[in-house]
């Protein structure tokens, strides 16, 4: 009988110690979960604003190019037809690439930050190429 009632005991004492390690990993996860959560919305509230700001810097060197092309065309009205014919076609290249970044810059959709910090990269390059070639034909004209 003793050993009925040892059995018992043992059953009991190991079942309340499996529920309350059950319990406490339960409580574990949901910490581990409400954590990353956070982490997520912080992660994201980054972005958003360091996209605005680059957004907001790219429009502006777009709008700057987009100037700067139209002032260079109105000045190839008065200039030589040398410089016409050497710069009309790469002016006209020029301002069709500066079109295209409005339209990538535009249709960018989030795609985690590693693709993010690619666009950032790549675009950034394609910027300023842009406006070397625009500096170069001003300094030639």
Known sequence: MKTKELVIVTVVLIGI????????????AEQDVKDASED????????????QQFKSNVEAAIITNEQRI????KEMESTSDEFKTKYENKILTLEQKN?????KLNEYTYDGK?????????FS?????????LNEIFENK
């Open 114 to 122: 590693e693709g993010w910090q690619k666009f950032k990269q790549e």
């Open 99 to 103: 079109i295209e970044l409005k339209k």
């Open 125 to 133: 390059d394609d910027i300023d190429g842009l406006e070397r070639s």
């Open 40 to 51: 997520m919305m912080e992660a994201k509230a980054q972005y958003e604003n360091e996209w």
């Open 17 to 28: 110690f499996l529920f309350l390690g059950c319990n406490e990993k339960q409580e574990t």
């Open 70 to 73: 139209a002032d260079l065309k």
